[in-house]
């Protein structure tokens, strides 16, 4: 398991590109049949993905300090690719393609699967420490009734499926879901926003082969930028903006952790003051 340390943004004035992404990017997701995961001393979030040809179960890394993954911790699964299946003690639960599940803390035994091995599932995931049991419960994207914002005018129609949510799936302070483009719309996230009070974790995917997404980050004074590919993440600390724009439309998994889990509760840039 890699672990990404915390960053003041101060220093990250004075970071390379190479600095940025060695910091921030995650790369190397969905390799068959192996367990990656990045550890953040950012609210301490860990994101991981799963491709499994073999059934692959989720295990204790060095360092983590527990008897199990989930001793202490909470976890939000979704699958971006074909269907498979999810084991919690004994409990299967079967998720085609964008379903997810949230199992809360406690689970000791968590086994990915694939129903067909030459199309497998990608079981993307983001756990987040908790206090609190919450029940286990599987989420279908087709029952989840989205939030359409944006306009095409703007460049920014999109849908937003909120996953692990207050008032939904109830989790300690995970929240979790799903953004999805609409054709011919690239921009995401902007006008851009910080939140102070939790970090955020985005995956893209969806993005055809030969495309490029430009992630932006920093403070809103202090912009950075990273070039991602499909199937890529990155670590977004509280004081930093999230934002992006690609080559083509796409789709991207959002996982927030920390004080609190009211999903509009956002510290607005207004675009004048970004630089």
């Known amino acids: 398991m890699e672990v990404r340390h915390a960053i003041h943004p101060n220093d990250v004035k004075r970071y390379t ?10 790369q190397g997701l969905f390799e068959q049949d192996k367990i990656k995961m990045v550890y953040s001393h950012v609210d301490r979030m860990i994101a991981g993905s799963v491709c499994p040809i073999e059934p692959q179960e989720l295990k204790v890394e060095a360092g983590m300090g527990v008897e199990f993954f989930l ?7 979704i699958n971006i ?3 498979g ?5 004994g409990t299967t639960y079967a998720l085609n393609t964008t379903d997810g599940l949230y199992i809360g803390m406690g689970a000791r035994k968590i086994v990915f699967s694939s129903d067909h091995a030459n ?13 609190k049991t919450y029940p286990t419960k599987k989420i279908e994207r087709k029952a989840i009734t989205p939030r359409h914002l944006g306009s095409q005018e703007n460049s920014n129609e ?3 499926y909120q996953y692990i949510v207050p008032g939904g799936v109830e989790s300690c302070q995970l929240v979790m879901g ?3 483009l609409e054709p011919g719309n690239m921009w995401n996230s902007m006008p851009c926003h910080t939140h102070e009070r939790r970090a955020e974790i985005y995956l893209y995917f969806d993005l055809p082969k030969e495309n490029v997404v430009m992630h932006y980050m920093g403070e809103p004074t202090q912009t950075r930028h990273i070039v991602m590919h499909n ?3 990155i670590i977004s600390p509280s004081w930093s903006i999230h934002s992006g724009v690609a080559t083509h439309n796409y789709t991207f998994i959002w996982g927030m952790a920390g004080e609190n889990q009211v999903f509009d509760d956002m510290d607005a840039v207004k675009m004048d003051d970004l630089r």
């Open 231 to 233: 199937e890529e993440a």
């Open 85 to 89: 299946k999810v084991e919690v003690d």
């Open 71 to 77: 001793e202490r911790r909470e976890i939000g699964i």
């Open 119 to 131: 199309e497998p599932a990608k079981f993307y995931f983001n756990s987040a420490p908790a206090h």
């Open 178 to 180: 799903m953004t999805a």
């Open 81 to 83: 690719a074909g269907s």
């Open 158 to 160: 999109r849908n937003i």
């Open 17 to 26: 590109t190479e600095e940025l992404r060695e910091n921030f990017l995650i």
